[in-house]
């Protein structure tokens, strides 16, 4: 299947400094990518939607400005939490679909960064 | 929007035994319904998938079912084995509606004992 990079796996900052987490679609054009949040022992919250060359579609309660959102190219998404704080530790993963593929639903998941802020 | 309930949140079998999720959804239009599995610290991994149009779908020893009617479709794991436990999320989409986002359950925690 389609594989999608993410880093970093993990990272440590201190509280108010920014972090940007990289995911990448390494044999597929993703038109469209997601970025999911997850806290432990529960389901993936969805972010926002990535769409490539437009601005990203934010889910409800989703701050745009504290997480941003880039999709510059058709394999490469970044999202960037900006002034982190403790409260926003957390598993971030993302995910693409193949956008060369009309009907394929398919979504290939990155590994995951967990963040971690002091 | 779309909503998907998942149950049970936390199942034990042995070795063996089949185990059973099931999962409700309340769009619909939603037509396309991926199971994914996802062990501690990894990526969700998707494991099985269904479509509107089929009422059943087999691979080895996982099987998806689809009541459309009822809205609500599960996954049946037979022959479990230690390897199975992880948490397995189900999830429903309308692929219609412009870049299908996916709805996740809640997740349901299968452990197997040996």
């Known amino acids: 299947g389609a594989v999608v990079s993410q880093h970093p796996s993990w990272v440590i900052c201190k509280s108010g400094t920014s972090v940007k987490i990289e995911c990448r679609s390494l044999?597929?054009?993703?038109?469209?990518m997601f970025w999911y949040r997850q806290f432990p022992k529960q389901s993936l919250m969805l972010m926002a939607t990535?769409?490539?060359?437009?601005?990203?579609?934010?889910e409800q309660g989703v701050e745009k400005d504290k997480f941003l959102i880039n999709h510059a190219s058709l394999t490469l998404s970044t999202l960037t939490v900006t002034s982190a704080h403790p409260e926003d530790s957390s598993f971030y993963i993302c995910?693409?679909?193949?956008?060369?593929?009309?009907?394929?639903?398919?979504?290939?998941f990155g590994s995951g960064t967990q963040l971690s802020v002091l | 929007g779309e909503n998907v309930e998942q149950h049970p949140s936390t199942l034990s079998v042995q070795e063996g035994d089949s185990a059973v999720i099931k999962c409700t959804y309340s769009?619909?239009?939603?037509?396309?319904f991926p199971w994914y599995k996802q062990e501690l610290g990894k990526r969700p991994q998707l494991i099985i998938d269904?479509?509107?149009?089929?009422g059943e779908k087999k691979d080895q020893r996982i099987a998806v079912t689809l009541n459309k009617t009822a809205k609500h479709f599960s996954l049946h794991i037979t022959e479990t084995q230690p390897e199975d436990s992880a948490v397995y999320f189900c999830?429903?989409?309308?692929?219609?509606?412009?870049?299908?986002?996916?709805?996740f359950g809640k997740g349901t925690m299968l452990l197997v004992s040996p």
């Open positions: 990535s769409n490539e060359g437009s601005k990203a579609t934010y």
């Open positions: 044999d597929f054009q993703a038109t469209t």
């Open positions: 999830a429903a989409s309308n692929t219609n509606s412009g870049y299908s986002t996916l709805t």
């Open positions: 995910s693409a679909r193949d956008g060369t593929v009309a009907t394929n639903e398919k979504l290939f």
């Open positions: 769009d619909s239009a939603s037509n396309y």
């Open positions: 269904i479509r509107s149009n089929v």
